[in-house]
């Protein structure tokens, strides 16, 4: 595996409605978008599947994503 970097976020993908940002990234709990989500979040992993994963799963944590790539032991940037 050759270690690769990976970045989701909703810079591009968004819905703008009545003043309210909603991230594309949705709770498969709810339905609804992710609240509080960064801009973005970049993941440097031993994989690109890898670090694609982390960087999404990232961002379904709202506002903590830190904390949980923390936990992984991975590089990563927040874009909040």
Known sequence: MDPSVAVSGDTHRFV????????????????????GVPRSVTVAAGSCVEAGILATFAMLQGGAPEAFLVEQGVHHWCLC
């Open 16 to 35: 703008l409605r009545d003043g309210v940002r909603y991230s594309h990234i949705l709770d498969v709990r709810t339905g609804w978008p992710v609240p």
